[in-house]
């Protein structure tokens, strides 16, 4: 089983930061991804921003060039900076780990979430 906590979040004024964290623990398969997907209040679940234990990233048009997403490998640990935040960007944020081993379906992994409010 692996497990996801997160970290970070929190209540900030428009073109302010923050700076959330996600550790995972367990049995986790080397090659995987990492990464946060938020949910506002009467929408679906989006990917916010990825990224491989090879180090490839991915990042949701509406994040790119304001947040930067990392991760120790070696530590299962992943991060997401978020600068010049939005109202819109107001949600729940998820970290997410999925991976698939061969002849295995995918594995997702959910973090609880935590709350990310801007103030316009």
């Known amino acids: 089983q692996v497990q996801l906590v997160e970290s970070g979040g929190g209540l900030v004024q428009a073109g302010g930061s923050l700076r959330l964290s996600c550790a995972a623990s367990?049995?986790?398969?080397?090659?995987?991804?990492m990464g946060w997907y938020r949910q506002a209040p009467g929408k679906q679940r989006e990917l916010v921003a990825a990224?491989?234990?090879?180090?490839?990233?991915n990042y949701a048009d509406s994040v790119k060039g304001r947040f930067t997403i990392s991760r120790d490998t070696a530590k299962n640990t992943v991060n997401l900076q978020m600068n010049i935040l939005k109202p819109e960007d107001t949600a729940v944020y998820y970290c997410?780990?999925?991976?698939?081993?061969?002849?295995?379906?995918?594995?997702?992994?959910w973090g609880q979430g935590t709350q990310v409010t801007v103030s316009s």
């Open positions: 997410n780990l999925y991976y698939t081993r061969p002849f295995d379906t995918r594995r997702d992994y």
């Open positions: 367990g049995s986790i398969f080397s090659l995987n991804s």
């Open positions: 990224i491989t234990s090879g180090g490839s990233t």
